[in-house]
């Protein structure tokens, strides 16, 4: 108990010898925790880095618990919100008028491949500055057209048409890369 205590204190201080010792600890633990939400491990690995991100950054543990169970719930907290933004960032790609019949298309390539999510955050990448501001505002942060707009210093009818030409150069782009995949 009181090397955990140690360990909190240093982590609280800033101390890059108690954060990696914390990490060694604790990190193969959470990384079951994280698999076990998302079922990747590829994205249990950036939940998971994430989530020491979070931990570091601001360090709230309290001693109610157990410094374990602590980060397990920081760590199930993280991959429940990764899901979440996941879900959001698919149902709004799947329901844009443009989009259905692309990303079907998409699924059935011959490759039988679908589309990854590293791959369609590429495409995010790719959108031009406002468009990919307010597509990120809306999708990731979960943010309404007028709160973006107030956040932007735009028109809410400015968030809504950036939203709307980033899922269509969303879908273009989707497009482009289902039938080049095909050849």
Not at 90 to 115: C, F, K, R, T, Y
């Amino acid at each position: 108990m009181d090397c955990e205590i140690e360990l909190v204190e240093g982590c609280r201080a800033g101390d890059n010898a108690a954060r990696k010792e914390l990490y060694t600890l604790y990190s193969r633990q959470m990384l079951a925790v994280c698999y076990r939400y998302v079922g990747d491990i590829d994205e249990a690995h950036d939940v998971l880095h994430d989530g020491f991100i979070k931990i570091f950054s601001n360090f709230t543990f309290r001693g109610e618990c157990s410094l374990a169970t602590w980060m397990t719930r920081v760590m199930m907290t993280q991959s429940i919100d990764y899901l979440r933004r996941k879900q959001r960032f698919n149902q709004l790609i799947v329901s844009d008028d443009h989009l259905p019949d692309v990303v079907d298309e998409a699924e059935a390539a011959e490759s039988g491949s679908q589309l990854s999510e590293e791959i369609l955050m590429q495409f995010v990448a790719e959108l031009p500055d406002g468009c990919r501001t307010v597509f990120n505002l809306y999708v990731f942060e979960e943010k309404s057209h007028k709160e973006i707009a107030r956040l932007l210093h735009i028109k809410e009818h400015s968030s809504t048409s950036q939203l709307h030409r980033a899922k269509s150069l969303l879908a273009k782009r989707i497009k482009e890369y289902t039938e080049h995949e095909r050849k």
